[in-house]
């Protein structure tokens, strides 16, 4: 998901910004809190807007998650 994120920002010209959280992770989520609110597995993503609403949600691993993301991009921004 954050190889998609980088192709996606450059391919469309928006700004994402991924971030990983979990443990072992830049953001550890050492008590579990993250994981229990995201209602994604571990290899599932989810794109929150600047407001941290959440924009889109994908439960689980895709085969193509450039594709996956490009497409929930670009329904969010209606284009």
Do not use: F
């Not at 994604?40 to 794109?47: E, I, K, R, W």
């Not at 689980?60 to 991009?73: H, I, K, N, Q, Y």
Request: aromatic share 4%; glycine share 8%; net charge positive.
């Amino acid at each position: 998901w954050r190889e998609a994120a980088v192709q996606v920002s450059r391919r469309l010209g928006v700004s994402i910004v991924a971030v990983t959280v979990g443990l072992g992770q830049s953001n550890a989520d050492v008590l579990g809190h993250w994981a229990r609110l995201r209602e994604t597995s571990d290899d599932g993503c989810l794109l929150i807007r600047p407001d941290r609403v959440v924009a889109w949600r994908k439960h689980g691993r895709v085969g193509d998650p450039t594709s996956e993301l490009a497409t929930a991009v670009k329904q969010i921004l209606r284009r």
